[in-house]
């Protein structure tokens, strides 16, 4: 099955640009998306790429995918306080796109002022 | 943007009662919606895909006896816990998949449930 996996801490500080990594193993997921969580909320999609996609830019988001060492990434351009949260990514799980989301461990966003 | 409502958000109950959860679409149809189960400082763990009309299936290692899973209509899936423990405690969060929308889920706001 699908595994997914993030680093689980990033520090950055207000006005800096900001990275967060995941890897995944399988390699059929039609989508990869990512989540962001607010403490004690659910959660909010960001932003998702189609997999035949290399790049997709949203405003202060990037997200660029490597296919090849299935490698995802999002970055977050002049972060701001009002970004830290903890960041999921996610790919699907089993055959065809089912919706049933595989997610990663979550990276906690700290933005220092 | 679609809307999917957890109702309610915070719950507490003693032990050995049972706790309904419940996860509407406001304004689409979902035929599927999706149970996770977040412990603190941890990722979502999907428990079980519900299905309308059909029986929930269930993710390895979850019982469905515990959990059990109703989505009678195109609009509304329910997670009844029975027989709670102070084990079960933890963040239930719900997704609705939205019909002719491949791919895009709808997540609700979640519900902690606390078991004492």
């Known amino acids: 099955g699908e595994d997914v996996e993030q680093s689980l801490f990033l520090s950055v500080r207000e006005g800096d640009s900001s990275v967060i990594n995941c890897t995944y193993t399988?390699?059929?997921?039609?989508?990869l998306y990512w989540y962001k969580q607010e403490p004690g909320a659910g959660l909010q999609l960001l932003t998702y790429?189609?997999?035949?996609?290399d790049m997709k830019q949203d405003q202060r988001l990037t997200v660029l995918l490597n296919k090849k060492d299935k490698h995802l990434s999002l970055r977050i351009a002049d972060t701001q306080t009002g970004d830290s949260a903890i960041y999921f990514c996610?790919?699907?799980?089993?055959?065809?796109?089912?919706?049933?989301?595989?997610f990663g461990q979550g990276t906690t966003l700290q933005v220092k002022p | 943007g679609a809307v999917v409502s957890q109702h309610p958000s915070r719950v507490i109950c003693k032990s050995g009662t049972s706790v309904k959860i419940e996860c509407r679409s406001l304004?689409?149809?979902?035929?599927?919606m999706f149970w996770y189960r977040q412990f603190p400082k941890q990722s979502l763990m999907l428990m079980a895909t519900?299905?309308?009309?059909?029986?929930?299936?269930?993710e390895q290692g979850v019982e469905k006896d515990k959990f059990l899973i109703n989505h009678a209509s195109l609009t509304l899936s329910t997670l009844t816990v029975t027989s709670a423990h102070p084990e079960d405690s933890s963040f239930y969060i719900c997704?609705?998949?939205?019909?002719?929308?491949?791919?895009?889920?709808?997540f609700g706001e979640g519900s902690r449930l606390t078991v004492l």
């Open positions: 519900s299905n309308e009309g059909s029986k929930a299936t269930y």
């Open positions: 997704s609705a998949l939205g019909q002719g929308r491949t791919g895009e889920l709808f």
């Open positions: 790429i189609f997999s035949n996609m």
């Open positions: 399988d390699s059929s997921s039609t989508y």
């Open positions: 996610a790919g699907v799980g089993g055959s065809g796109n089912t919706g049933k989301l595989i």
């Open positions: 304004d689409f149809q979902a035929t599927t």
